[in-house]
């Protein structure tokens, strides 16, 4: 390699990367004292109605729906719109045992192949103050739409996002995700206290129905209409707050395989939305999140596979020398000897800087499992800082792909 892309261009992206972590730090804690803040009773409470589009989800649905019958939530006020998006299995059938309940009514449709229709389906019905979505595999805490509602207070926030953790992870590949979700615990709630937040999640996220109203329903958008509404409420200064301690419940994938395809999903839909918004990057009317939140976000897909390009370069050189040195000297069988002295130890520039980012990195996931009242110390950390760096590229390499080459992506 040159020393541009050798040794300049990784300093530059480490930098870049540690001084974005840093910036998420200060920020919690110079407002640290606002989200530990316990949030009272809501004032009021407006008319709600909680969406819940379900395709193939007969072994979760019951339990999504008698978590939101479960809500500390005065029931007059709130509506239930369940929506079969023409499952295959027995989805239909499960939810039959909810239609004599007042609370809930029942919609089937055929399936389109992306979820966006079933939502503007229910949204066509909705006649509430505010209206909100929950995937059918996700669950929602007692008290989870009383502190969503609560930012409603605010005349100006226009949404709510949640604080979405993960439900009972059983295996590894769900474990490493974990300890991600908690970390989204944290970057959603910094990303709302700058202005910054441009996904509202299926799992919980509320919006004043004025916002659909006014900006009509979802869309398409690459099946991520979870991202685009979020973009296009920023692009009309809607402002999107985060309820911290509004906690959401959802079943991560269990395999490597169905991660890898809700991965590419998400990010490729990131990517095609990002062109189809370019026009809001690097301009000042939309504030941190034009000026550096989606270029870093952008930027973060480029850097990954740059150093994993990087480490396969140097893993193969240090390998090919291996056996230039075995041919020259042959090949010795006994114990390598351990170098003791601190003479050896590397203490270049890249080296120093990744391993105080690894550690800004570990106190960032320790302070969003205390934000979402989680154990601060965990095995899931563990498997997330080993592994995750060797996973993550091949879905970003896939979805840089797509996008490329204009390849779509399926939603399941």
């Given amino acids: 390699m040159n020393s541009f892309f050798g040794e300049i261009l990784p300093h530059i992206l480490v930098f870049i990367s540690l001084y974005f972590e840093v910036f998420l730090l200060v920020t919690f804690l110079e407002r640290r004292g606002e989200i530990r803040k316990e949030s009272p009773e809501p004032k009021a409470y407006p008319s709600a109605t909680v969406i819940v589009p379900c395709f193939n989800e007969g072994t979760t649905v019951a339990g999504t729906l008698d978590s939101l019958l479960a809500l500390d939530y005065p029931k007059e006020k709130l509506s239930i719109f369940a ?15 909810y239609k004599d309940n007042p609370q809930i009514r029942l919609f089937q449709k055929e399936n389109e192949g ?25 669950y929602v805490d007692p008290q989870a739409l009383k502190r969503v509602v ?30 991600e979700y908690s970390f989204s615990v944290f970057i959603r709630k910094i990303f709302a206290l700058i202005g910054s937040v441009y996904i509202t999640p299926g799992p919980f996220s509320f919006f004043r129905k004025s916002v659909f109203d006014t900006l009509g329903p979802y869309k398409h958008a690459h099946h991520t209409e979870d991202l685009e509404i979020g973009l296009r409420m920023q692009t009309k200064d809607y402002r999107i707050d985060n309820a911290h301690d509004a906690y959401v419940y959802t079943v991560a994938p269990a395999t490597l395989r169905a991660l890898f395809k ?41 850097s990954v596979l740059y150093f994993t390009g990087y480490s396969l370069f140097y893993a ?25 002295d601190w003479f050896f130890l590397n203490t270049g520039t890249l ?19 205390v934000i979402g009242r989680e154990k601060p110390f965990s095995r899931d950390i563990v498997y997330f800082l080993v592994c995750y760096g060797f996973i993550a590229p091949w879905w970003l390499l896939k979805s840089v792909y797509n996008t490329a080459f204009s390849r779509k992506t399926t939603w399941r």
Wanted: aromatic content about 10%; overall charge positive.
């Fill in 114 to 138: 992306s979820k966006y229709k079933a939502l503007n389906l229910g949204l066509s019905h909705v006649t509430s103050e505010i209206v909100g979505c929950l995937d059918a595999d996700s």
């Fill in 83 to 97: 929506i079969d998006d023409g499952s295959r299995d027995n989805t239909w059938q499960v939810m039959q045992a």
């Fill in 150 to 179: 609560l930012r409603f207070e605010d005349p100006t926030v226009m949404a709510v996002t949640p604080a979405i953790k993960l439900h009972q992870p059983k295996n590894f590949i769900q474990m490493v995700q974990r300890a």
């Fill in 262 to 302: 809700q991965r590419v999903r998400w990010t490729h839909g990131f990517l095609e939305n990002a062109i189809d918004y370019r026009e809001i990057f690097f301009k000042r009317r939309y504030g941190n999140l034009s000026m550096f939140i989606l270029p870093l976000a952008t930027l973060s897909v480029f």
């Fill in 316 to 340: 193969v050189n240090a390998i090919f020398g291996k056996i230039s040195e075995i041919s020259i000297v042959g090949l010795n069988l006994g114990w390598p000897r351990m170098a003791t």
């Fill in 351 to 369: 080296t120093l800087l990744s391993v105080i980012m690894i550690l800004i990195t570990l106190t960032l996931l320790i302070t969003g499992k």
